[in-house]
């Protein structure tokens, strides 16, 4: 397989599970989004230690890393930008705002492609450009829609969109960028669960069995799909990256309304429509682009 289709399949699949994550959080209503996002922290890096185990990687890349700045500081970037988003998700889905965060995750490949443009030169299309402007209006309706600036969905889609912008300058694989995230997230994670369960705040072992077990499982349904994202980001551009980012709010658009019965008055469709719309038009011109570029690989091959 190629490897930008390989790129393709491997971001895919990230975003399919990052959909229906939306489903997994609200089984921790036990706990306060604080304490969630501190447990996503700590087991996320017990996930990345089996990981590399049955990958066959070691540890000795490790410490030349953390001892080098050039490669340290845009890893540690990274952290800060996708605990961010973390606690943003966690957040939403917990007072049932869920919309909120599909929203987010709609408007995010906007914000992709523009720091493309903006950060790494990439050139739009005028195509991507009327989408752009679709989103940016989508936005305005939304804000309107919500009766006030829907901060939960601004504040993921800018920070994951920079923690895919940072993926770009980290000098490491996949598995090792997201290995040094969760190494840099573990110790005032684990402090902050050490306090709340020596303070009575904790949910750890005073809820059930099956809770304990989801809070360390939220560490896997996070890493594995942030495994997956940090390969594809490497193998595609921004904007690829941007298209495939559709997939995992048109999920959790569809559980935050039909699962979750959140209310959807017709501003709010109304605001929703602007976004697909946008959407349409991104799908659009990716089709387009790629059968001219298909017609010209035919073309330039040689005849037998």
Known sequence: MPESNRGVAIGASAFVFWGFAALYWPLLSASEPSEVLAHRMVWSLLAMCVFLLLARRGWAWLLPVLRSPRRFLPVAAGAVLIGLNWWGFIYAVSVEETLQASLAYFVNPMMAVCLGVLVFSERLRPTQWVAVGLGV??????????????????????????????????????????????????????????YLELTGGGTMFSVSPG????????????????????????????NVIGMLQYIAPSIIFVIGWLVQGEEMPPSRWFGFGFVWLAVLVFVFDQIRVSASRERKVRATAPVD
């Open 137 to 194: 209006a989508a936005v305005g309706v939304m804000t309107v829609a919500y009766g006030s600036t829907p901060w939960l969905a601004l504040l993921m889609t800018s920070a994951f969109a920079a923690y895919g912008a940072v993926k770009k300058y980290v000098d490491l694989d996949g598995m090792q960028s997201l290995t040094v995230e969760t190494v840099l997230m573990f110790p005032p994670a684990l402090g902050y669960v050490v």
């Open 211 to 238: 809770h304990t077990a989801l809070l360390v499982g939220g560490g896997f349904v996070t890493a594995l799909p942030l495994l997956l994202f940090g390969v594809a980001v490497r193998l595609v551009p921004m």
